[in-house]
């Protein structure tokens, strides 16, 4: 990478103008996107502005349009809604209006225009663009701008990023808000479920999503719900009556709640809409259950966004700078967007394309189709609620295989959905599953139980562990441990933890040249808020872990407004794993995060400090600092903020924080418990399949390498790698991969935080087909 090309991100914009604007239904996030564009923006030396009001704002012009500063977006990270307002625009509908629209830019010089908002404002963008010379013509015709202006301003360049917390967008695995908007919805349902329980009642939740069951169908997994009723996925013509069984079953095996989940777009196979009212009226007259409803309505806009809406706002808010400063007349207008935890632009519209093929599909009632063209994602989603929804587990006692189950290392949320997953998908495929308590510990000492399908029930929500964890390790007791494999005829393992899960995982590896008992398929599922597991970009609990932090990191900073001229120093965990600090710094816009993995020395923290200095000049006074726990020996917590406060004397004051133990805590975030039961179904399918290739002459002998892996999520899809195979990723002294892909989002938080840095412009999402991404690889 040469020193121009570095050069070039910082001039990239010099003599371009941006306008950002809001359209459409509000979400979750999107002034992350705002906050992103502007200072990206400004970074390369772009004129950056605002567009109140949305395309309203476009068509007024006047003061809606304002230039805006770096300090203009201080503090919007963690406001929901759209602080630059966001309104549904007749006249832009009107070509007279987007005249008007196209004269207030020309006369702003202004030719890139970002729009963050769902399908129908991207193809409003769209279409202004495709008009734009025609516009051009016209008002020069009228005199309004001059050849000059006119040809200044020869192209538009449009960016799109869909901000919806529907998930309605075909191309994009996530839309910014509807995480979110998840969080709002789970936080509703555990509330409920509390309230339920207690009664004896049962829950209809409608929850919102008119065209789209992506809300709907994630909540029912999140939560467990015996029922879900989506637009994409009618029920059968009987469903009445295989609702009422499915209830009365859930109730005769002990449960005391039953929860329903409905879209408010739901329909049943002749298009015919299935209201909340009409799910209850049918328990009550059926059943005669006590039965409420709840309408979650705009609860589910509102609020403060997660930390991965605030992630996903800022890397699409950089990425949207890029494609449009990059941008050409011949590049088709591209929405940037998600893919695994890949940047991708698609052509903005294929993309409406599609959604608007899944709304047609829908409509001409081909339901197979539209689910089809909802993607990968979806599918899956659906496959694994109908398995843990619809299937019957068998009756006969006598399992065919028996697999047990455990948590290892420390706890972290999510840790039970995943249990949960496991023992119901193993008893679903007729397997006997045994729970192991206390880790490799309670394997060795026979702390081992029979689970039935009950024994997991409601365990969706919980945090921590369950059935026990312990950071012990099997080597030094694997003869007890092979004692007990043969005792209770365990045939396979899933362990379900973090490193010391994968490090015991090789121990177990190791052992089967001693013992043969140890010659039975194991699969890792990480789980651990340190996110530092080889083979997994993703681990079960960092989710959580990181909205944790966030929550947090908002109250100090509220905090810091306050009193002004303060900058706090925030300890998070991690170990020597850099994930959660550089993520939480990202979402909670930190002006430094030091962690292990990038080196500082001295001369690092001074120029931090020195940048502190600058700050308290301008109208935000206050900073925020974090530090991962081992990131480096001398460079303590402690020594941090000894320094600061010495050179901070006159100037601000510093404070310091340890987080500790909170963030292995509280009830799992829908990201985590999506993730983990999915994670949960996918490895006893894989354990299932694993067993029947291993049996021979009557008993199990698995002893290559790929009966013992870890399953991870890489870039766009859930893979199985051999424990062995990964040996040579890890980097054992620190307990971290050598590897980690969100080492690259690194200089974005630099850069949001004001650092002259260079940015290495190389590594950029370069235009692809949507049709492709329909075939290929298997997101999760």
Not at 199 to 208: D, N, P
Not at 512 to 537: H, M, W
Not at 565 to 593: H, K, P, Q, S, W
């Amino acid at each position: 990478m040469t020193h121009e090309e570095h050069h070039a991100a910082r001039t990239l914009g010099k003599g371009k103008a941006i306008a950002v604007l809001t359209s459409g239904g509000d979400a979750q996030g999107m002034n992350a996107a705002v906050r992103a564009v502007v200072r990206v923006g400004i970074f390369t030396g772009a004129r950056v502005f605002f567009v109140h009001e949305g395309y309203q704002g476009l068509v007024d012009g006047g003061e809606h349009i304002r230039e805006a500063t770096w300090e203009s977006v201080s503090m919007m990270l963690q406001l929901g809604g759209t602080v630059i307002g966001s309104a549904r625009c007749k006249d832009f509908r009107e070509r007279e209006g987007r005249l008007r629209a196209a004269h207030n830019l020309v006369k702003r010089g202004i030719t890139n225009l970002c729009v963050i908002g769902g399908d129908g404002s991207l193809t409003g963008a769209d279409t202004f663009r495709s008009e734009w010379s025609g516009l051009l013509n016209d008002l020069q015709k009228e005199g309004k701008i001059t050849a000059e202006e006119a040809k200044k301003s020869s192209y538009l360049n449009i960016v799109g990023l869909v901000g919806s917390i529907d998930n309605d967008f075909c191309g994009t695995d996530m839309t910014i808000g509807t995480d979110s908007a998840l969080h709002r919805i789970i936080e509703i349902v555990d509330a409920i479920t509390t309230t339920a329980q207690s009664h004896q009642r049962t829950f209809v939740l409608e929850v919102m999503g008119r065209h789209c069951g992506y809300l709907a169908l994630v909540t029912s997994l999140s939560c467990g719900a015996d029922w879900v009723f989506i637009p994409e996925c009618p029920p059968d013509d009987d469903w009445e009556e295989h609702l009422c069984r499915r209830l009365s079953e859930t109730r005769t095996r002990g449960s005391r709640l039953n929860i329903i989940i409905v879209a408010e777009g739901a329909i049943d196979k002749h298009g015919k809409p299935i209201t909340s009212e009409d799910v209850k009226n049918l328990v009550v007259k059926r059943l005669g259950y006590d039965t409420r409803v709840t309408v979650l309505g705009h609860v589910q806009r509102g609020g403060t966004p997660s930390a991965f809406d605030r992630i996903l706002g800022s890397r699409m808010g950089v990425e949207a700078v890029m494609a449009l400063l990059e941008g050409t007349p011949d590049t088709p207008a591209c929405v940037v967007s998600l893919s695994g935890n890949q940047a991708v632009r698609l052509p903005l519209m294929e993309c409406v394309q599609v959604t608007k093929d899944v709304t047609k599909a829908m409509s001409e009632k081909k339901f197979d189709e539209a689910l089809k063209l909802r993607g990968r994602s979806f599918m899956n989603n659906w496959e694994v609620y109908k398995l843990l929804a619809h299937v019957r587990p068998p009756v006969s006692k006598t399992g065919l295989h028996t697999v047990a189950v455990m948590n290892v290392g420390a706890p972290a949320a999510g840790m039970n959905a995943a249990v949960r997953s496991t023992v119901r998908i193993g008893l679903i495929q007729g397997n006997r599953v045994l729970v192991v308590h206390d880790g490799f510990e309670g394997l060795a000492k026979g702390q081992i139980e029979e689970a039935g399908w009950s024994y997991v029930g409601g365990w969706t929500g919980q945090g921590g562990s369950k059935l026990g964890t312990k950071r012990t390790l099997p080597k030094k007791n694997l003869e007890q441990i092979s004692a007990n494999i043969t005792k209770f005829n365990i045939q396979g393992l899933v362990i379900i933890g973090g490193f010391e899960a994968y490090t015991g995982g090789l121990e177990l590896m190791e052992g089967r040249k001693q013992y043969d008992e140890l010659c039975i398929p194991f699969v890792i599922i990480p789980a651990t808020v340190s996110n530092n597991v080889p083979g997994s970009d993703f681990s079960v609990g960092a989710d959580t872990a990181l909205n944790t932090i966030c929550t947090t990191c908002d109250r100090i900073k509220q905090s810091a407004a306050g009193t002004k001229r303060r900058v706090f120093i925030i300890e998070t965990m991690g170990g020597y794993c850099g994930y959660l600090a550089t993520m939480a710094g990202l979402a909670a816009g930190a002006d430094a995060a030091y962690i292990f993995e990038e080196p500082f020395t001295i001369r690092d923290l001074q120029a931090n400090v020195e940048h502190l200095v600058q700050k308290m000049k301008t109208t935000v006074k206050r900073g925020l600092v974090l530090r991962n726990e081992k990131c480096n020996e001398n460079y303590t917590t402690d020594f941090i903020f000894n320094l600061y406060s010495e050179e901070g004397k006159g100037i601000f004051d510093s404070r310091k924080n340890v987080l500790g133990h909170m963030q292995q805590g509280g009830s799992p975030t829908p990201f985590d418990r999506n993730f983990a039961t999915k994670m949960g179904a996918k490895a006893m399918n894989w354990m299932t399949g694993k067993i029947k290739e291993s049996y021979r002459n009557g008993r199990i002998f698995a002893n290559t390498p790929d009966s013992g892996c870890v399953l991870g999520m890489r870039k766009r899809a859930l893979v199985f790698q051999p424990v062995t195979e990964l040996k040579d990723q890890t980097d054992f002294e620190h307990r971290i991969p050598k590897e980690q892909w969100w080492l690259k989002l690194r200089p974005i938080l630099k850069i949001l935080a004001k650092y002259e840095i260079e940015l290495d412009t190389s590594e950029h999402a370069h235009l692809e087909h949507i049709n492709r991404k329909r075939s290929g690889e298997a997101p999760v």
